[in-house]
């Protein structure tokens, strides 16, 4: 395990021997990170955080908590994951705001997902398998496995397959320039499938 010097690990936090936790980066009690990941600087991962295999989080990112988040996932930099869906600092009757004032809620992102610099994901939402967020995009809505969603409020502009580039128009669907992955489209165009996987 490679933890920089300056960085917060909680000692409640139960991380692979082979992650990389590079400086000023916080990871909070109950949090999980499986093999191989690496969290950049000045990241934050939230207490019961979970986060998969092989996942690159970049600088700046802030995984609130009950994020899960699954294997291969790619999060850029200052990527934000909300998790309170009526913020305020104080109550109704002005009191401070606690945490049993509200109930937190958790972003999902599925196997192979990215996430472009600077998007914000607006919980509770699930980024699907293989799709892509684009940068600066908020996330409001769930994206569909293989979308390429993008703007304010996100929505989807493209198909992309596995190796991230956007797939090409055939006369049955849809085909992957880079693997030859072929995909149909379901009736209404809310989402793909991937036929000769």
């Known amino acids: 395990m490679a933890i920089h010097p300056t960085a917060t690990v909680d000692e409640r936090a139960e991380l692979d ?17 499986g093999a191989g990941t690496s969290l950049g600087q000045n990241a934050y991962v939230g207490p019961g955080v979970r986060i998969g295999a092989d996942c690159k ?10 994020a899960v988040v699954a294997d291969g ?5 200052r990527v934000v994951f909300t998790n309170d869906r009526n913020p305020r600092a104080v ?17 999902t992102v599925e196997y192979g997902a990215s996430i472009g610099a600077g998007a914000v994901c607006v919980a509770p939402v699930t980024i699907g398998t293989w799709s892509t967020v684009a940068a600066g995009a908020v ?27 956007v797939l090409e128009r055939t ?27």
């Open 17 to 33: 021997p082979s992650v990389v936790i590079w400086s000023g980066t916080s990871v909070r009690e109950s949090a999980v990170i």
């Open 57 to 66: 989080i970049q600088n700046g990112a802030m995984i609130y908590e009950p």
């Open 73 to 77: 996932v790619f999060i850029g930099p």
């Open 91 to 107: 109550n109704p009757d002005g009191s401070p705001k606690s945490a049993s004032d509200w109930t937190p809620v958790g972003v």
């Open 139 to 165: 996330v409001t809505k769930d994206v569909a496995p293989f979308a390429v969603v993008a703007g304010v409020p996100a929505k989807r502009i493209a198909w992309v397959g596995r190796a991230g580039v």
């Open 171 to 197: 006369d049955g669907g849809w085909r992957c320039p880079v693997t030859g992955d072929d995909f149909v489209e379901n009736e209404d165009g809310s989402s793909i499938r991937m036929v000769n996987a």
